[in-house]
């Protein structure tokens, strides 16, 4: 499974220049060093940026950018999470895009609970991880929550893994139908059932 290093995880702060108030991003690469430093990998295995102690919700966009590129660049072989410091599901997502867009490097994204309701708060989970671009790990494995959902509904064991051990991929619909097939059948009825009603299908 793709998962982070287990170990003391370093939670950075956001250094500010005294009298200007900038972002001090000298200060900043100090402090990863100084984690980089602490007995490698194997004890400190990454750090947070722009979380808890990092004064996300306080900077601009382009302050958040600029404290994530230095980080990312310094890290050396430290992995490194970012902080999105919103709860709104909108501007999480919006920020998610914009950091993958504008750093490459970050490992994870630290998000804020959205919602108590676990299905809102799956929905909106889901909204920032595809607004991030970075694909599900195909050896991912499935939560467990849900095995035991499918295995009370079904009777029948779920699979453990995003793919069950197989090479994702589909077959375009247009590119050849077994017409033994339940599921091109269906696919089938439903073109001729819904399509015409739209203009789709001739």
Avoid: C
């Avoid at 998610?96 to 630290?110: E, Y």
């Avoid at 499935?142 to 035991?148: F, I, V």
């Amino acid at each position: 499974m793709n998962v982070l290093r287990p170990g003391v995880w370093g939670v950075l702060p956001t250094p500010f220049e005294a009298t200007t108030l900038d972002v001090d991003a000298a200060s900043l690469t100090k402090v990863v060093n100084a984690y980089r430093q602490l007995g490698g990998r194997d004890v400190v295995p990454g750090v947070v940026a722009l979380g808890v102690f990092g004064e996300a919700a306080r900077l601009s966009a382009d302050e958040r950018e600029r404290v994530l590129a230095t980080v990312v660049s310094t890290a050396g072989d430290l992995e490194v999470v970012a902080g999105i410091p919103f709860a709104a599901p909108d501007l999480a997502r919006d920020e998610a895009a914009r950091l993958a867009g504008a750093v490459r490097g970050v490992r994870a994204l630290l998000v804020q609970v959205s919602s108590a309701d676990t299905a809102i708060l799956v929905r909106d989970l889901t909204r920032v991880h595809e607004a991030s671009g970075r694909p599900v790990d195909p050896a991912t494995a499935t939560p467990q929550s849900w095995r035991d959902y499918v295995a009370r509904r079904t009777g029948r064991g779920a699979p453990e893994l995003m793919t069950e051990g197989e090479a994702p991929g589909y077959l375009r619909y247009d590119s050849g139908t077994d017409p033994a097939d339940p599921v091109d059948q269906a696919i089938g009825a439903t073109r001729r059932a819904v399509f015409p009603e739209h203009g789709l299908y001739p």
